[in-house]
Structure formats: structure tokens, C-alpha cells
């Protein structure tokens, strides 16, 4: 049976429930399918033997269980953004899914826009934008700020120069963790999928589209993303712009990938553009909010087996 080990969050002490009982039906899934998945943690392994020491199923009574022994798993799914270079080298002897190349563009917002520029607003880092009054003036109106890593939402601020400028004491010392980003309205699109503020995310297995996902933040917010309060829903490919699907493929092809990644690209439309943006690429894309739809996940379950078992197949 093909071992399958995702890195992710177990170890952590809190209280956590599969609302949407995804986890526990897509580890059946895979195991019918002939793959053993299962959650491992890097704390937990054994350089020297190179293998982890433990590792976590979700019982069929949805209660996390962690088994004691050596687990060698024949694919790592890398879902945490902690010590990339690190991992990639400990673990060289497995095969990780993403490869490092997505998993540091995902990790940095300034890299993602170095890689993929050309798709997106014009972004700079905070430390070059306050030592240039050239580079101040290449903005015009509003601006976003945001911290070039994750952080839930939280940081990411619509400001103005002027009014950036006024504030720039909040930021001394962390010049080099902020990007300022040139802010486009996304609040109008095709009346079709959605008419407001918005993003689209395609998720990637290979170099196959397995989901897409319109996202709605709360009325008035500009930031399209789960933590600013949202709705969300699959959309299917023949509902999507002919344009939209060549430019996710174009970059594709920019970014010179191997067909052995999961990530995923987030796209909004700008109607005073007339221009399609790409927002970030993600390494580590959700799939659990519509999991009261069966079909809906089943349909990513069989794409995600099929990928697993053809990547190991090339190798």
C-alpha cells in the first residue's frame, strides 16, 4: 500500500473537531484506494534513522490517534511553511510534495511577486519603498500593506503614501517583513459568478485544475480571504472565463514546475483595469468547506489518489 504522510498541525494541544467530517472520509477513501494516510510531525523525526517515530490516523470515531513506532512514508505532503530549506534537505530522500521551489514561493509574499511579477500589482518591499521617494511616487491612491508571511489577515492594511508615511514609527525594525502592494478594486466582476469584492482560487494537482473556488469576503472588506469573514463556493471550468484558464496555464509554464505539486493560484478581476491579477500562489490550499457535498470531495479525493499514484510511478 502506497504510505502517504501529510505534515501538518497534530501535535498542537487544542480542541479540534472535523466539522465537516472531511479528514475521516478522505483517509477511508485513500485506503480503499489502496493508500495509507496518515499525519506525521517533523519534531518527531529520527535523522539518523530517517524515519518519523510516530504518527497520527483520525479514528472512525473521529478521535485523533497517535501511533508509537517507525513510519516510513513513501510520499511527504509538506503543509507547514516552518523551516523549508531545512526540511527539504533532512527529508531528501523522500519524495515531498510540493516541490521546495512552490513551497518557498508560497512562503513569501515578495517572492511570489519576484516570480510571477508581471501577473500581479505592482509590489515593493517596505525597505525599498521608504529609502526612494521615486519608487513613493510610481503609487497612485490607495496601497496595501502586508506582512510578507501569513498571518491570518490580521496585518493587511488599506492605507494611503501620505498616510503610511505618518505611521511608519508602528513599522521600525520590521522594514524587510512588509510588502506595499498597489491596491486594485475587485469589487466588480462578471455578474454571472459574482458581483463584488472577490477571488478565484484554482487548485492544482500536477499540472490539472481539481477545484475551483470563488471566495466572498464580508460586505465592504477588501481582502478576499477566509479569516476576514466570507462565503465561498465551487465553481465548475465552463463557468469560468476562456482568458482566466490560459493565463493560470501561461503561468504555469513561467514557473517551470515538474508536475509533482499541489498548490494553489488565486486570481480577481479589476473592471477599471480590464485586467485579470494573480494575487498569491499557496502551497498548502484547504479543500474542507463543502464536505456536506459529497460528490464535491469525492471528486478531489479520486484526483488526489490518481496524482499520488502516478507521480510515484515515475519515479
Known sequence: MLKVAIETWYTNKFKWTDTYWARLFMQNFFRTHGIDLVRISMDKFNKKQQCFMEYNILSDIWKNVTIKGRYIP?????RKSIAIRYKYETCKKFLIIPSE?????????????????????????????LCSTTIQKT???????????????????????????KKIKK??????????????????????????????????????????????PRQWDFRSNLWSGWTQKNLQKNQIPHELLSLSKKIYIDLHLNGKDIFS???????????????EINASPGTWFYQTDKKILTTICRWLVTFFKHIVSKI
Open 74 to 78: 513513501d510520499i511527504i505532503r509538506n
Open 101 to 129: 521551489k512552490v513551497a518557498i514561493i508560497a512562503n513569501d509574499k515578495f517572492e511570489n511577486y519576484k516570480f510571477t511579477e508581471k501577473y500581479q500589482p505592482h509590489t515593493v518591499l517596505l525597505s525599498s519603498f
Open 139 to 165: 503609487f497612485k491612491g490607495k496601497i496595501v500593506i502586508k506582512p510578507i508571511r501569513a498571518n491570518g489577515g490580521k496585518w493587511i492594511i488599506l492605507t494611503t503614501v501620505p498616510e503610511l508615511l
Open 171 to 216: 513599522y521600525h525594525g520590521l522594514e524587510e517583513l512588509y510588502i506595499v502592494q498597489q491596491f486594485k478594486d475587485f469589487s466588480k466582476w462578471y455578474p454571472w459568478i459574482c458581483t463584488g469584492n472577490h477571488d478565484v482560487r484554482f487548485m492544482f494537482a500536477g499540472n490539472k485544475i481539481i477545484e475551483i473556488t470563488l471566495r466572498i
Open 265 to 279: 493560484m488565486d486570481f480577481a478581476y479589476c473592471k477599471k483595469d480590464t485586467q485579470r491579477y494573480l494575487l
